[in-house]
């Protein structure tokens, strides 16, 4: 104790040594209260924020998961003759190598979400199917759709699932060998595809004069073609050997050798949606990695269909060097 705190304590009364002692007792008892206070306080801050923690997942859903969860279903946009892609079974029910991915993609968006996933099925063109897309009326669309650099600009796709390539189909005994036959000629091809845009750009560079009729679909054209409306049809290569498969009619067209153009297929989805872009990759990935897409391709494209076709079409070699170079995981 310092002299000038003893001197203090000897020449203080006993009525002030009393006064002093309260005081400190008072101070004391202030302090632990004090203490006391901001420990609850920090408590029960713990307390709220551990509760906002508990309510927040981890990964809180957005865009197209997000729906799926509030609602519990996607809606698929499905082709009615895009055979064996995506088509109308014999009870009008879509079927296909497409939908069988597509449904693949549904399942896993439900684990994503934690929730059982309901479909709900809508019918696209060719023409309709981006507006469709980029309008929110369907999730996905699962047919026969080409994935390239313009389309991605304004959509969003899938690793590729099929390689196509745009042939000519004219009737058996035509004196149409490739496209510099097309002189003059009238082509069908189904509005708002990449076969149209191939034909409208061979006839301008090579200046051949091609009149075009747009159709609908591609029944629509394989139609016309059949009933003398036009003298080709410019339709992807697999689609046109199932229409031939499909109608009985192998004998009475042929399919041209060249290629138009190559055309990668692809699930077609929106853009700007990380969290159900990762879902569709990972899910399509998933299949090629496994093995699953491959007996996917035999049972659509080798084998009988339900419908009763056998189209007997071997895996191209580019589709079979993108399932080899896949990585189990995205690099």
């Known amino acids: 104790m310092s002299s000038e705190a003893s001197e203090t304590s000897e020449t203080s009364s006993p009525g ?50 997000k729906k799926a969860r509030e609602t519990g279903t996607l809606t698929i946009g499905y082709r009615e003759s895009s055979l064996p892609f995506s088509y109308l079974s014999q009870v009008g029910k879509p079927i296909g190598y497409s939908i069988d991915i597509c449904t693949s993609i549904v399942q896993a968006a439900s684990d994503e979400v934690s929730r059982e996933l309901t479909i709900k099925w809508v019918p696209v063109t060719s023409e309709n199917r981006f507006d469709a897309i980029t309008s929110g009326k369907i999730d996905l669309e699962c047919g026969s759709t080409t994935r390239n650099a313009e389309r991605q600009q304004r959509v969003a796709f899938s690793p590729v699932i099929f390689v196509a390539g745009t042939k000519l189909m004219v009737p058996h005994g035509s004196a149409i060998r490739s ?28 200046n051949l004069g091609v009149t075009v009729i747009r159709a609908r679909d591609h029944a629509d054209a394989f ?44 699930i077609m989805l929106r ?10 990759d990972k899910t399509v990935r998933d299949l090629v990695t496994s093995g699953e897409l491959e007996r996917l391709y035999k049972q659509w494209f080798l084998n009988r269909l339900p ?3 056998q189209l007997g079409i071997p895996m191209s070699a580019q589709l079979e060097d993108i399932i080899q170079s896949t990585p189990q995981q995205p690099e």
């Open 179 to 206: 496209f510099r036959d097309l002189k003059g000629k009238t082509v069908v091809a189904t509005a708002g595809t990449t076969n149209l845009d191939a034909i409208e750009r061979l006839s301008t560079r090579f």
């Open 271 to 280: 853009k700007d949606d990380p969290q159900f872009q990762a879902v569709v």
């Open 223 to 266: 139609e016309v073609l059949r009933h003398g409306g036009a003298d080709a049809y410019a339709g992807d290569d697999v689609l046109l050997y199932g229409f031939l498969a499909k109608s009985g009619a192998g004998k009475k067209y042929d399919i041209q050798r060249d290629f138009l153009s190559y055309d990668p297929y692809g």
């Open 307 to 309: 419908t009763g076709e």
């Open 16 to 65: 002030e040594r009393s006064m002093h002692a309260t005081q400190t007792s008072r101070t004391g008892r202030t302090g632990r209260l004090d203490h006391t206070v901001r420990r609850l306080m920090l408590a029960t801050c713990l307390v709220i924020l551990a509760g906002v923690a508990w309510a927040q997942p981890s990964n809180v859903l957005s865009g197209t998961l």
